[in-house]
């Protein structure tokens, strides 16, 4: 059972591109940029744990929060399942399948077929919009492929599969049944939350004290890694083409704030998308130098590395300051 005729979004980060699916599906259509922006997507998080190989650098808000905001600013309906049965995780899908109606699902991209990178990360996501007796039919980013499939049984291991970041069998669906609010209202609504939880971090490892904190432990990273090369070139890969930190999230910050200036002619949306552009560009050195780092071992790579994640910090606060102020009107 195949969805027919399904239009699927195309996009570069993962949730954004399952949540824009469901919603082109229902006659929503926003771009990539807005569906971030709305969704108060900006964040930050460096998680190191003892079970996990090596430490997590995250640039947006935490898993399915970003999805919960989009639905909640746009005045949708979100219905989330999650079940430790696989039985049930997977009839819960496919009766949404049978029924026409595409289903987000989150899961560990390690177990998908068609993944090139074989890192366990349980916070991806994909749109699936078919199944036959072998595969299952899926949305992916852009450089994950778009249009992909997979194995059942694969799908089946990636959608329960345990550790950081988890969500036993999570699927969500959209529905609309309300009006959405004026845009403007929506626009300053997304920025002043964003902004807002951002310059409060509840921990000092999330937002601009997380970014800060991180130029500090990379440091005490490099010292103890048992395999710098894997470590740190493989981070710089997540960063930057995998879809988990970095510049990918503020360039796609900087267009919501442009387009979001072109649909309301507020001055201080295009200063600040000015702002994370240069942000960005920052972020993607930032990679260069953990590639560098796993490349030669070379610890100032690292040393560099931590000057510009002090820099970055204060940008990065400074800019979401001045959009507190310009939303809170």
């Known amino acids: 059972m195949k969805l027919l005729n399904f239009n699927h979004f195309v996009g570069q980060h993962c949730e954004t591109t399952a949540t824009g699916c469901l919603l082109r599906h229902i006659g929503i259509e926003l771009s990539e940029p807005l ?8 964040g930050y998080i460096f998680w190191n744990m003892k079970s996990m190989d090596f430490p997590f650098i995250g640039g947006r808000v935490k898993p399915d929060v970003l999805t919960e ?11 989330v399942q999650r079940t430790m049965s696989l039985k049930k995780a997977w009839e819960t899908v496919a009766r949404q399948i049978d029924a026409g109606i595409p289903v987000g699902l989150k899961l560990d991209c390690f177990h998908l077929d068609y993944f090139p990178t074989k890192v366990h990360f349980a916070a991806h996501y994909v749109a699936m919009f078919g199944y036959d007796d072998e595969f299952a ?12 499939k997979t194995s059942l049984q694969s799908l089946a291991l990636a959608r329960s599969e345990k550790g950081p970041m988890s969500s036993k069998n999570l699927s969500y669906s959209i529905s609309c049944d309300g009006k959405r609010p004026e845009f403007k209202t929506m626009v300053n609504t997304a920025i002043y939350n964003n902004a807002r939880i951002y310059l409060n971090p509840p921990i000092t490892n999330m937002a601009y004290q997380g970014i800060l904190k991180t130029s500090h432990e990379i440091k005490k ?109």
């Open 69 to 79: 905001n989009i639905c909640r600013n746009l005045n949708l309906n979100l219905n």
């Open 35 to 42: 569906l971030f922006g709305l969704g108060e997507g900006l």
């Open 221 to 329: 990273w490099f010292k103890v890694s048992k395999d710098r090369k894997r470590d740190f070139q493989t981070t710089a890969i997540l960063m930057e083409r995998a879809g988990t930190g970095g510049a990918l999230f503020r360039n796609l910050y900087r267009d919501f704030l442009l387009e979001a200036y072109e649909l309301t002619s507020q001055l201080e949306l295009k200063d600040a998308s000015n702002a994370f552009d240069q942000i960005a560009t920052a972020w993607t050195r930032v990679a260069g130098y953990f590639d560098s780092a796993g490349e030669s071992s070379d610890v100032q790579c690292i040393n560099d590395a931590s000057d510009l994640l002090v820099a970055i910090s204060a940008m990065e606060k400074k800019v979401m300051e001045d959009l507190m102020s310009a939303s809170a009107t």
């Open 137 to 148: 039919y899926l949305i992916d980013t852009e450089q994950q492929g778009g249009r992909v």
